[in-house]
């Protein structure tokens, strides 16, 4: 038997092998998800406006973090297609975007951008390009920036909150857009962001309308093929957030993925205290799980109530106050931070 064995199969010791280890591997994988730490800038280098703006040094120093450490950053394009797809995050991988298109991204950022092959999207609003207001960039500068290789993406026309309208209003505002995309660069672009980072199950039926699948808010996490095309998370970067140390922090985060979260509803009116659930995919292993958020306007550690091993309840001890509530979520599994977070929009 054992020559039996040794003539047939000693050949095919090696194929079965890396069968073993390719099987083991894959289940390793499965265990988690790296995902995408997506990036938000707004300007550079004007510190009349720290809650909006990064320092010139800051930025170069998340760039050179980035170049040094060889991370792999996807457009914004390229992340959309994997979630399209069947698809898992399975590298860990980050991407940059800019809101609202003003003229220090252009002066200082851009040109950074461009020289070391680094995609980064851009997000319109028309109506600041159009009107030709201080501080913004031209739709002359749009275009270089799109031939040169750059990405825009879509920011309503006027920059409105945009759950605080009705549904004829946010419709018109987004055709507004369109039609001056339209007539300055010839095309509509397909990507979207929310104007604050706002929205709600109106304003996503109506992008729906609009034939735009997927879109990006601007509360802290990272993105994993659970996270809610419609409300993909981003961290916002600025003077006392751009700081290198965070930059790296967020940049090396994983996915914490979730599922299942409940209100479904993003905008608040009535119920400004609401019951706060969702399924947890990853195995903890038994690490510990916390959850911070702003209700009454102060940040906290919130209690956490296990409903079953993996559905967990967060219990708020007050209502959320006016503008935006924010949650997120952390847990260090193997030495790897995992990040899910949220944000409401209270009336
Ligand atoms: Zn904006």
């Known amino acids: 038997m054992n020559k039996y064995f040794s003539f047939f199969f000693r050949p095919f010791l090696p194929l079965f092998f890396i069968f073993l280890v390719n099987t083991f591997c894959s289940i390793v994988f499965a265990d988690n998800e790296p995902g995408v730490s997506t990036f938000m800038?707004?300007?550079?280098?004007?510190?009349?406006?720290?809650?909006?703006s990064v320092t010139k040094e800051q930025f170069l120093d998340h760039?050179?973090?980035v170049i040094t450490n060889e991370i792999e950053v996807i457009s914004l394009e390229?992340?959309?297609?994997?979630m399209k797809s069947d698809d898992t995050f399975e590298k860990k991988v980050i991407?940059?975007?800019?809101?609202?298109a003003y003229r220090s991204f252009y002066d200082i950022a851009w040109p950074v951008f461009k020289e070391n092959n680094i995609p980064v999207t851009l997000f319109v609003s028309t109506d600041s390009v159009d009107k030709q207001k201080k501080g913004y960039m031209s739709w002359d500068q749009i275009n270089i920036f799109v031939n040169e290789g750059g990405t825009v993406g879509q920011h309503t026309s006027t920059h409105l909150h945009l759950p605080l309208n009705d549904r004829e209003t946010i419709k018109s505002d987004i055709l507004k857009s369109h039609k001056s995309f339209v007539k300055h660069l010839g095309f509509i672009p397909k990507l979207f962001a929310y104007p604050y980072g706002e929205t709600s199950k109106l304003v996503i039926d109506v992008l729906g309308e609009f034939g735009i699948d997927h879109s990006f808010g601007q509360h802290s996490g990272v993105t994993s093929s659970y996270s809610n095309h419609y409300y993909l998370p981003r961290f916002s970067l600025n003077e006392n957030f751009g700081k290198i140390d965070r930059f790296i922090f967020a940049a090396?985060?994983?996915s914490l993925r979730i599922e299942d979260f409940i209100p479904s509803e993003m905008y608040l009116v009535e119920n400004k205290?609401?019951?706060i659930e969702f399924t947890i995919i990853d195995d903890l292993k038994n690490s510990d799980f916390?959850?911070?958020?702003?209700?009454?306007g102060k940040w906290n550690k919130q209690i956490i109530n296990k409903i079953t091993s993996k559905r967990i309840q967060i219990q708020l001890q007050e209502a959320?106050?006016?503008g935006r509530g924010r949650l997120n979520c952390t847990t260090k599994i193997d030495d790897k931070w995992h990040w899910f977070g949220y944000q409401f929009i209270i009336k």
């Open 78 to 82: 390229k992340l959309i297609e994997i």
């Open 252 to 254: 090396k985060a994983y």
């Open 320 to 322: 959320y106050s006016s």
């Open 95 to 100: 991407a940059f975007s800019v809101d609202d």
């Open 63 to 65: 760039i050179n973090f």
């Open 290 to 296: 916390n959850c911070f958020s702003n209700p009454g």
């Open 41 to 52: 800038y707004h300007r550079f280098d004007e510190n009349k406006y720290p809650s909006t």
């Open 273 to 275: 205290k609401p019951n």
